[in-house]
């Protein structure tokens, strides 16, 4: 395989379900690595640089949950749950630790592949901005939409592919009032409208002085969400 070919970390404790993951992916074009557990997880991920992230939700010791928030720390490489408990609630917790998407077991294997491909889709080729769009300023962020960087005081601020698919809507339509199923659409989220709310909470954290009381990602009551820059 060449330097093109995607790279899957499958994270999951179930060792059959592992190499059938391995097996399938790997006939779908796709170079996989595998790991038992977080802790073999993050000794693969300190070497190797990953495209993407297959995560079981219910492992032993660290849960996927707990992995993928401690990850968003320092890394924006998308991540897919795998959980068996499929409750909105489990669901909306895996995006708010941020995840860029989710599967509940059982699921079909092609599906697992159409979503992998989604996600690397859209991290790779980003809804383009405006042409000539100059990047939006709101306090002391900068958001260059062309390239997808979002600064705060000057230092780069990491986004997931959800947020950074999210802010550049907002961009492209700022001061003006988007629905969740606008963003959902111009954003190219997989995902419902709560999780949108997730999103954009998200988001705030990253942008706002305060998120408890925001200035500039805005919730227009009954209607969605709109971006006032600067």
Known sequence: ??????????VDDDMRLRELLRRYLADNGFLVSTAKDAAEARRLLGGLAFDLLVVDVMMPGEDGFSLTGSLRADSSVPILLLTA????Y??????????D???VKP????????????????????????PGA????FGDCRFDAERGELTRGGEKV???SQEESLLRALARNAGGTLSREDLIRESRLDANERAVDVQVTRLRRKIEPDPRSPRYLLTVRGE??????D
Do not use: C, K, N, W
């Open 134 to 137: 100059a990047p939006v300023r």
């Open 224 to 229: 969605g969400y709109v971006l006032r820059p």
């Open 158 to 160: 990491r986004l997931t």
């Open 1 to 10: 395989m060449d330097a093109e070919t995607p790279h899957i970390l499958v």
């Open 90 to 99: 489990d669901r909306i917790e895996g995006f708010e630790r941020g995840a």
């Open 107 to 130: 699921f079909e294997p092609r599906e697992l592949v159409l979503r992998i491909s989604t996600i690397l889709r859209r991290v790779a080729q980003p809804a383009p901005p405006a």
């Open 85 to 88: 408990r499929g409750e909105t």
């Open 101 to 103: 998407d989710y599967l």
